[in-house]
């Protein structure tokens, strides 16, 4: 969703508030394409300060279903996003202030790239479903945590392979 902000920028100690609603319908990213489950509509608070800069206040919810790290799981992800940005106004030359900045598009506010912005900077480093998950099987994909799997437990170091053949030539049949 985008905002038109010309009027707060061209108007001096103005204040706006706007219901907005979230348009996101998935979180796009390297990391993969992972489904927005629920999102809260949100008041977002404009303030013009002076003409020297614009203050932009609002607080929302957006859950996010991500695959566990471990078993593939989806587990429902809750990002509480509270937004506070502050753009200045004392540039000269304003369309060029605001360039540098990728949810404001001439004067209009994208908020669903400000909300993508701030999901990304608050992405967990490792996602479970549970702090005990026992993840998934190397060689059959068995979920570890539904069942057990009929595969061989114990792998042999590989570093002890060559130990291991003088065992097995010296073993008698």
Do not use: H
Request: some cysteine; proline content about 4%.
């Amino acid at each position: 969703m985008r905002v038109e902000l010309a009027d707060m920028i061209s108007s001096e100690n103005k204040e706006m508030s706007k219901q907005v609603e979230v348009e996101l319908v998935s979180f796009d990213s390297k990391l993969g394409r992972f489904p927005i489950v629920k999102k809260v509509p949100f008041e977002l608070k404009f303030t013009n300060e002076s003409n020297k800069r614009l203050l932009i206040q609002g607080e929302t919810e957006v859950t996010i279903a991500i695959p566990c790290d471990r078993c593939l799981e989806v587990v429902e992800s809750l990002f509480p996003i509270k937004i506070d940005k502050e753009i200045d106004l004392t540039d000269g030359d304003q369309e060029k202030g605001m360039d540098g900045l990728n949810y404001m598009v001439g004067t209009n506010l994208d908020v669903d790239q400000l909300i993508f912005g701030e999901i990304l900077v608050s992405w967990p480093m490792k996602v479970l479903c549970r702090e005990d998950c026992k993840g998934i099987c190397k060689k059959c994909g068995t979920n570890l945590n539904m069942a057990e799997c009929q595969c061989q437990k114990t792998e042999p170091d590989p570093r002890m392979a060559a130990i291991q053949d003088i065992f097995n030539k010296f073993k008698e049949v």
